[in-house]
Structure formats: C-alpha cells, structure tokens
C-alpha cells in the first residue's frame, strides 16, 4: 500500500514564505515515481502547480506560480518538496501532493492532468492573508 503524506501548510501573511514537503511510503522505490503538486480552493477543480521528474533532472510549474515555486526532491528521504516565496492571497488553497508510476518528460502535456497520477495525499492547506 502506497502512503502520500503532505505537511507544512499553515496561516502566512502575503510576501512571506513556507515549504512543502511530502512524503511517499511503499514497496515501489520512491525514485520510481514522477511527482506532482496540485492545489484546489472550494468550488474549484484542482489545479496543476508543479511537477519533477523520477531523478529531479526535469521541472514544470503553471504560469501563476512559475518564478515563485520551486519543486524540489530528495530520493534518499522519500520526500518531495515545494518551496513557496512571495506569496499571495490567490495562492490560498489545499496543496495536495501526487505520485505518478509513470515519468514526466520535458515537452509533454498530460502531466497536468488529475488522472496522469496514481497516488494521492490527503492535502495541507495554506492561507495566505492581505
């Protein structure tokens, strides 16, 4: 069985910083995984924010985030990270963390897609005040 744990959400003031980070237990090595990042405010659909490659070699953030995230990873800890700076009160929403068996290519196009990932966390929500 396959556990996807976020954590490090909280209440933030605009401008601040916090980091992600998430966590993957199973049989299935972690490097063996694409991971992903999604965020989703209520009446919302879930939305792409970021997304790493198995070895960390390749990245691809959404247009609203892109030059304020960073995804990040480390394959000895099992984690995945997103750091994110500048923060704004349209960034509020739960994060949620996704592992894909597959891999993410850089130039490919479904790696924004909610189905694309096999493996869901239960979400960490962060709050970003005016």
């Known amino acids: 069985q396959v556990q996807v744990e976020e954590s490090g959400g909280g209440l933030v003031q605009a401008g601040d910083s916090v980091m992600l980070s998430c966590v993957v237990s199973?049989?299935?090595?972690?490097?063996?995984?694409?991971m992903g990042w999604f965020r989703q405010v209520p009446g919302k659909e879930r939305e792409f924010v970021a997304v790493?490659?198995?070895?960390?070699?390749?990245?691809n953030y959404a247009d609203s985030v892109k030059g304020r995230f960073t995804i990040s990873r480390d394959n000895a800890k099992n984690t995945v990270y997103l750091q994110l700076n500048n923060l704004k009160p349209e960034d509020t929403a739960v994060y949620y963390c996704a592992a894909d068996r597959g891999e993410y290519y850089s130039g490919s196009d479904y790696y924004t897609n909610l189905e694309e990932y096999d493996y869901w966390g239960q979400g960490t929500q962060v709050t970003v005040s005016s």
């Open positions: 199973g049989r299935r090595t972690f490097d063996k995984y694409a």
């Open positions: 790493i490659s198995r070895s960390g070699g390749s990245t």
